[in-house]
Every structure is written in structure tokens, then in C-alpha cells.
């Protein structure tokens, strides 16, 4: 499920690639795995040819996919999603608000707050979905997108009804 891209760029020593799964991502230079240099922020000091080192900044957006910053200039490593595309990803969460406003009435707010979570999750896992089965056509990707959809309804019906079946045998022992 993991998917590598590789990549040089101007005045680094060795190949760049990037293996990422939907969740997470590692940066590598000549085959060894760089450590960010921020906390919070994407950016890895790497080795440039002249023996010195810069700054790269990784950046991931769900629709242009993986970028890279350097220098001040911004290079795409993948192709950008098709229109289709961006729609099969949006299809987990059309199904989800069809088919769970009934969980969401009984499990209130917080019920409402796992829709989004799942929700934004299944975007997420989606849209990388996209990209790997790209080389395999579209209706490979239509079923994944499907498959997507009914696993991330399952698992937020299964986790809705166990938080009331929680919620409602907490309230009973109180009274």
C-alpha cells in the first residue's frame, strides 16, 4: 500500500524519494531516512553537491498530492486528481451523511464530531486510493472508492451504537 516517489533536485547531492502511506510519509537522501528538522512543519536539512546543506519542505495537499519546497520554488511530484477523481473521494462522505443521519440523531454532537473524523479520514484514504490505481483504470477505482465507503460506514455504525450502548449504560447506572 505504500507508494515511493523518487525525485532529484538541482544542487543536492543524491536521489530524493518519498515513501508514503495515506497517514504518513518518510523522506529519504541516498537511501537514508532524513529526520525533521521542526516539530510541527515538514522540513528536512539535506546535503547539497557542494558539501554544504538547505532546507526542503514537504508539503502534501489531498487533491495536488506530494510537493516539494525548495529554494523558494514549489515542484509537484505527482499529477493533480482528475475532476472524477475528486469526486469518487467525496463519495464516502455523500454516503455517510445519506446513510448515518439516524446514528448521528442518537449519538448527538459527539456522534456528529466521529462523522467528520471518519469522514475526513475516508477523504483522505481515498484520494491516495486514487493515485496508486490510477495505472489500473477507472473502474478500479470506483470500487475502492466503494469499498472505502462501506468500511469507513461500518466502522463509524459499529463505533456510534457501542458510544450509545456506553452512553445509555452509564446514564441507567447513575439513576
Known sequence: MATTL????????????IIYTPFKFRFYQGGIELKKSSTFKPVYSVQT?????????I??????GYMVEYRGQRSLLEEKLTSMEIMLCFMPIVFMILGCVFIVFITGVI??????GFAGGSFVINSTFMRQERPHGFQR???????????????????????VML????????L
Open 6 to 17: 523518487n525525485f532529484t533536485l538541482d544542487g543536492v547531492a543524491g536521489d530524493l524519494k
Open 167 to 174: 452512553l445509555r449504560g452509564t446514564v441507567y447506572s447513575f
Open 59 to 64: 508539503l502534501n495537499n489531498a487533491i495536488k
Open 49 to 57: 553537491t557542494d558539501g554544504g546543506s538547505e532546507t526542503v519542505k
Open 111 to 116: 456522534g456528529g464530531a466521529l462523522l467528520g
Open 141 to 163: 477505482q470506483l470500487i475502492m472508492s466503494f469499498i472505502v465507503s462501506v468500511s469507513t460506514y461500518a466502522a463509524y455504525a459499529l463505533i456510534g451504537t457501542l458510544f
